[in-house]
């Protein structure tokens, strides 16, 4: 009833851009929390970031300063802004969000399929 949708993955170089997103679709009738995990080859998922509903944001270690994550409320969708992207950063990130679909009296997590970044030249 409810999904995440991401896009936005690719091949980048050392030091390029890429700006992943995740539009939450279904019976959404509130979003809480959401946030961008990664699992790097051979190892555990990591949180990358999360954004609450009021726009507070936080970051892991590792991308502060060059990462940024947004939320449109309006359509439902998160932004994963990376820079300055290190081999290091590639990973498979799946998008996550905390939503109250309609009909549901409790809040459930929901994850997006998951998109390839990779930075190499």
């Known amino acids: 009833q409810v999904q995440l949708v991401e896009s936005g993955g690719g091949l980048v170089q050392p030091g390029g851009s890429l700006r992943l997103s995740c539009a939450a679709s279904?019976?959404?009738?509130?979003?809480?929390?959401m946030g961008w995990y990664r699992r790097a080859p051979g190892k555990q998922r990591d949180l990358v970031a999360t954004?609450?509903?009021?726009?507070?944001?936080n970051y892991a270690d590792a991308v502060k300063g060059r990462f940024t994550i947004s939320r449109d409320n309006a359509k439902n969708t998160e932004y994963l802004q990376m820079n300055s992207l290190k081999p290091e950063d590639t990973a498979v990130y799946y998008c996550?969000?905390?939503?109250?679909?309609?009909?549901?009296?409790?809040?459930?997590?929901?994850w997006g399929q998951g998109t390839q970044v990779t930075v190499s030249s």
């Open positions: 996550y969000a905390r939503i109250e679909a309609y009909g549901s009296d409790i809040a459930r997590d929901y």
């Open positions: 279904g019976r959404v009738f509130r979003i809480y929390t």
């Open positions: 954004i609450m509903s009021g726009g507070s944001t």
